[in-house]
């Protein structure tokens, strides 16, 4: 259970998201089939982002890359496999959202890391992963709000989970422009977050505009 989720009206990578979770179904059919609790894909995806974290702190852009498709296949099969199985609940909601921030924040960590390695602990790099960091949670805290507000909880872009996946790689494979990387999450982050409040805002305006 949770919120009803709609897509955002930029969806960036997100649009993908139909493509790759048919490419996740014999997955889900194998999980129905053996009962597998969908709170092990949640935990299967905590696990790729702290080994992507680390492969991101060594700039192991391929390991990297591959464990960051661990991490959002996770994220991906536990609601899939929950709803195939007709066990969705509220706490696997909770368990969901926290598994994801989690993540995310795990795998800033393994960016702060690279950039401490590469560029020293007070460095401009360093604090700029830690603005970044703070500015990603920003287009999920935007979501949940207005979803508490009775608006449908929106997902996808313009820079989402995806595209800060890919930053990530882009960031390990070119340490030297980490800084911009980061620069590109807090301002596709702030836009994102500001593309989900007006078309929310919209929404509980009109719910509450008269018949």
Known sequence: MGYPTKEGPVQGLYALKPWYSRRLSRIVRLAVDRGISPDAFT???????VLAAGCVALGWWLPALLMLGVRLGGANLDGAVARARGVSRPWGFVLNEIGDRSSDLIVFGGLFVLATRTAGMTSAPAVLVAVAA???????AASLAAAGAGATRRNGGPFGKTERCLAMVVAAAFP??????CVVVVAGSLLTAAVRLLAAHRELTEQAAPA
């Open 176 to 181: 030297a422009a980490l800084g911009w990387v």
């Open 134 to 140: 703070a500015a990603a949670s920003l287009p999920t």
């Open 43 to 49: 935990m299967l995806g905590i696990c790729g982002a």
